[in-house]
């Protein structure tokens, strides 16, 4: 499934790296700097740093991801740590302008580079995922680093990959107090991907939900598992939650989160539809009522091959 899973990035990001070799990758320039998170003050323990909404681009320098630092007794509890060593320095310095207290943990809650390339910037933190999230990041972390030096056309020689040394299995909740903070590590069927994990903090009543939830920005379903996906989101709905930080965009509601429920529930059905009358994808796209997703970040880079995404899924499983 692994390698499925890898040949099919390979073909979505092939086009683009190809074209964006053509360019100069070059070191950061005098004078360049990243775009600053958006701080979001959930409650006294809680902060939400909310990235620039949007692709990898040499405007963002590949910071386009949200992240959430969790304020313990002696540390911080950080999770997803961006795009680079560059960003995950930028973070800590954001960080330090909230609490003195040092990051002594990162939580990962899937192998995307834009998620776990900065863990490199807090070597004494310990890196906690789900299992299948480590095994992505062994065999694909360094694929990942050429994507970002190729979309934002800049060098990262201190950027690896690290991957997690405590991690939990598929479909398992494990209930965890880091730094005095009681969670949940909630791994799901694949969704997102094969390796997702949610953080949800049940005093707070709070989900940090990596990309398995995003606001105002195109879900990306390149490594995904669309039935399972919306069976999790259906999970989400049943429990109780007052706040989500989203792997992307703003803070969502349960409001937010049934919304997006419903909008990948009757996608796959239409897409589904479609195949069994024997339609092609790019004859369902022209079928599809596709308003609630044009209002969307990245529509138009990424809706085509999330439906042919899908229904090489529904596809698969009518065999």
């Not at 683009?16 to 700097?33: C, M, N």
């Not at 949610?198 to 995904?224: H, N, W």
């Amino acid at each position: 499934m692994l390698s499925n899973v890898y040949h099919f990035l390979k073909i979505q990001f092939g086009l683009l790296v190809l074209l964006l070799l053509l360019l100069p990758v070059t070191g950061v320039q005098a004078g360049e700097r990243l775009p600053e998170p958006e701080i979001k003050k959930v409650n006294d323990r809680v902060y939400a740093l909310l990235g620039p909404i949007g692709f990898p681009s040499k405007e963002n320098h590949g910071y386009m991801v949200n992240s959430a630092v969790l304020i313990g007794d002696e540390g911080v509890v950080l999770i997803d740590t961006g795009f680079s060593n560059e960003i995950g320095q930028h973070l800590k310095n954001t960080i330090a302008g909230i609490t003195d207290k040092p990051v002594t943990h990162i939580i990962n809650t899937h192998h995307h580079g834009d998620h776990i390339l900065g863990n490199t910037a807090f070597p004494d933190a310990e890196i906690v995922s789900s299992k299948m999230c480590r095994e992505l990041v062994e065999k694909h972390g360094y694929d990942w680093i050429a994507i970002l030096e190729n979309t934002t056309g800049k060098e990262h020689p201190d950027t690896r990959p690290v991957p997690a040394q405590t991690v939990y299995p598929q479909e398992s909740h494990t209930d965890v107090t880091l730094q005095g903070i009681s969670m949940e590590m909630w791994v799901p069927a694949g969704s997102h991907t094969p390796g997702d994990m949610m953080i949800y903090l049940p005093q707070d009543k709070l989900l940090i939900s990596g990309d398995v939830l995003v606001k105002k920005m195109i879900p990306s379903f390149v490594d995904a598992h669309l039935g399972s996906w919306i069976e999790t989101l259906a999970q989400i709905e049943k429990r109780e939650i007052e706040t989500v930080i989203p792997g992307h965009g703003p803070l969502m509601t349960k409001a937010d989160v049934k919304a997006m429920h419903r909008r990948m529930a009757d996608l796959y059905a239409g897409i589904e539809a479609g195949y069994n009358q024997g339609l092609m994808d790019s004859e369902i796209r022209k079928i599809l009522d596709l308003s609630q997703w044009k209002k969307m970040k990245e529509f138009e880079g990424q809706m085509g091959i999330n439906i042919n995404r899908a229904y090489l899924e529904i596809e698969r499983e009518s065999f």
